[in-house]
């Protein structure tokens, strides 16, 4: 069959079938409305058929209700008789007593039954109106009940039977009406669909001629470029615009086809860049590894071989000592000798006997304290890359939750003060606070200060010996003029150094993870390349935003937005102070005692107490705790147990017994945790040994409102 029969075949089929389609659908609603039309109005009927019977039943009722009691028949049939002749739709009444008799009853229909078992028991054991639809041979009936009530007794019932014929005849007019015009329609439609696809046909054969010609040529045109010649196109033929359009599709399809080898090498060039971009990364993570790698291993070689120096170097010798001329001698000389298996003991010179004992040697202190200072470096810095590395890990799993709390600025610069107080001072750095009137912030406590302590070690690291670093509260002016995401309920912080800054074209990656502003693990000034990282994660965390101005050679300052209670008012505290190595010396000058009965553990807390500036009162045994803490009335007490000991349970209580000692801040110390909680039960303040230095520097400052 050739395209031209196909084409008029189509176009007639279609045709009919839509005319069909449309002219039934519609016939169709047409029935359905009508249907539903009918549906309504026998309801509408029927209720009003139920609403009349409702109102003569209750008048009736309460008409014949003093007739009932005194058994006036004659009333009663008056008053039945009268309500069935007010209306042809009722065919009969009856008024019944308690014992389910008709006491008189009234018919228009004389061969009409009125009453029957299941409708005597149907209205014995009805207490309100009621109705049912009942069938009396051909005829359909609602029946309507009405009980007959005397103060509140009931003495019979009310019933009328009333006709739906009329209602019924009036639904099988409308049904014979509706019948007819969908006749009627069916038969137009039929009518309507036969012009239409004669019609049809002479449209489809003189638009064949017009559209077939110009498929035949685009037919022939596809097969010329089947064959690979894709210079050719195809011509339109004044088919009409389908067929402009369809040819202009197909000279675009082979245009397209022609540019395939461009689009390939362009996208080639993009996955070259991918790749190299991939490569980047990789380069990236591998210089990561190696300055984790580089960051761990100078620590760890500092903590495994300067303590086999001082075991070495500083632990004392033995050697035996005269009593009478004090010479000492040591226990390999060659003039100690054995007699048998019995050790000679006496001095060379005074032949008296002598004493094995523990003698020092010439001890270097300076040499001691710094490599107890190396010691305590490494371990530092081996655990900030560790904590770094471990934020890293929960705000990349997405585990990191804000704890949102009112957060006072001077309680987040104690904090600050007590972590990097050791970077300041090493570095020898001026560190200065402008931060008058801070707004109270609101947000999690903990994670803003290490917002602060980030940047603050970050710039310590850049600034030369003798440089300024300067943490101060933007102006709500400087932040609208700074900030393209300008938010009034968020306060802008700066943390300005004169440091050595930062190349231009590393400021939009200098947040980026693992990237550092000198790369390389061989750099002069250490870290992993997180820090940044973690602290705009963290400013994000609290919906705000961070950045950097920097130029080199001349410092950098890094911005932050954090948000601010509105509600609450400013901080009166100033916060104009500038620290230096000299100021903080007596920063946290504190009488603190030290309760421990680990000898070792005891002098090293001790140490590391004094060289932070504290002043330290050492108890040694529990059971003298409490007296030794009464008599030297310390800021703070520290106590350590690592044992099931119930002792320092003991001391506690009696401490916050104690009126003049419980105003006592008591830091317990201890690796077990339900040593922490009982602790804390009491009245303590539990941390988790091992402790850090920061960790614990911090605790005190904030214990003691410091």
């Given amino acids: 069959m050739s395209l031209k029969k196909k084409m008029v075949l189509t176009i007639v089929a279609l045709i009919a079938l839509i005319v069909t389609i449309t002219n039934g659908y519609t016939t169709y609603q047409n029935y359905a409305s009508h249907q539903s039309a009918m549906q309504e109005k026998r309801a509408a009927m029927r209720d009003e058929l139920i609403g009349m019977g409702e109102t003569v039943s209750r008048i009736v009722a309460l008409s014949s209700a003093r007739a009932v009691v005194v058994s006036d028949f004659l009333f009663l049939k008056e008053i039945i008789d009268s309500a069935v002749s007010s209306d042809d739709e009722i065919v009969y009444g009856i008024i019944m007593g308690n014992d389910r008799a008709a006491l008189v009853h009234s018919r228009q229909d004389k061969n009409l039954t009125v009453l029957e078992d299941e409708a005597s028991l149907f209205a014995a054991k009805q207490d309100g109106f009621a109705y049912q639809e009942i069938k009396q041979g051909e005829r359909q009936l609602i029946e309507v009940i009405e009980p007959i009530v005397v103060s509140d007794e009931r003495w019979g019932t009310v019933r009328f039977g009333i006709s739906l014929d009329r209602l019924n005849a009036a639904i099988a007019k409308e049904e014979k009406e509706m019948a007819a015009r969908l006749q009627r329609d069916i038969t137009i439609t039929v009518v309507v669909a036969f012009f239409l696809m004669i019609f049809a046909s002479l449209l489809a054969s003189a638009a064949s001629n017009r559209l077939v010609r110009p498929i035949v040529n685009l037919v022939h045109g596809a097969e010329e470029i089947a064959k690979g010649k894709l210079d050719a196109e195809v011509q339109a033929t004044g088919g009409g615009p389908e067929i402009d359009n369809l040819v202009g599709s197909f000279n675009v399809m082979v245009k397209a086809i022609r540019e395939r080898d461009e689009a390939l090498r362009t996208s080639m060039r993009k996955i070259e860049e991918a790749l190299e971009a991939a490569n980047e990364s990789n380069r ?123 957060v006072r600025v001077q309680d987040v610069v104690s904090k600050l003060l007590a972590a ?270 091992p402790v850090a230095v920061h960790h614990l520097m911090e605790t005190i400052i904030t214990s003691t409102g410091g």
């Fill in 420 to 689: 990097v107080l050791g970077h300041v001072k090493s570095s020898g750095c001026h560190l200065g606070f402008q931060l008058e009137k801070a707004p109270i912030l609101l947000g999690d406590s903990v994670k803003i200060t290490q917002i602060f302590i980030n940047l603050v070690t970050n710039a310590t690291k850049f600034t030369p010996e003798g440089g300024s670093i300067d943490v101060a509260l933007v102006s709500d002016e400087e932040y609208k003029a700074r900030s393209e995401r300008y938010k009034s309920n968020f306060v802008c912080f700066a943390v300005r150094d004169k440091g050595i800054g930062i190349p231009e074209d590393q400021l939009e990656t200098i947040f980026d993870k693992f990237r550092q502003v000198d790369g390389g693990h061989t750099r002069r000034r250490g870290g992993t390349g997180l820090g940044l990282a973690i602290t705009k994660e963290l400013v994000e965390l609290h919906g705000g935003e961070i950045w950097v101005e920097s130029r080199l050679d001349e410092g950098s300052t890094f911005y932050f937005t954090v948000p601010k209670d509105t509600k609450e008012r400013a901080d009166d505290g100033l916060l104009g102070r500038d620290i230096t190595p000299r100021a903080v010396e007596g920063f946290n000058r504190r009488r603190i005692a030290v309760v421990d009965e680990d000898d070792n553990q005891r002098r090293i807390t001790s140490m590391l107490l004094e060289k932070s500036g504290f002043e330290t009162v050492l108890v040694e045994t529990f059971d003298k705790a409490l007296e030794i803490i009464a008599q030297q009335m310390p800021h703070v007490v520290l106590m350590s147990v690592n044992t099931d000991n119930e002792e320092p349970f003991a001391i506690l209580e009696g401490i916050k017994a104690d009126r003049y000692l419980s105003h006592l801040p008591v830091i317990f110390t201890s690796n077990r945790q339900k040593h922490l909680e009982k602790s804390e039960k009491i009245g303590g303040i539990p941390i988790k040994s």
């Fill in 284 to 406: 990236l993570k591998d210089e990561f590894l190696a300055s984790v790698s580089h960051e761990l291993r100078t620590p760890l070689n500092a903590l495994v071989n300067v303590p086999s120096v001082l075991l070495r170097e500083f632990v004392p010798q033995y050697v035996w000592r005269c009593p009478s001329c004090e010479q000492k001698y040591h226990p390999d000389d060659e003039y100690i000798g054995t007699q048998g298996s019995v050790l000679v003991e006496q001095c060379p010179e005074c032949k008296v006997e002598m004493a094995l004992t523990q003698a020092e040697r010439n001890f270097d202190f300076d040499s001691y304290c710094s490599s107890l200072q190396l010691l305590y470096d490494a371990g530092n810095h081996m655990f900030s890359v560790v904590s770094n590395l471990l934020d890293f890990s929960r705000l990349k799993a997405g585990k990191a939750k804000l704890r949102v709390e009112h």
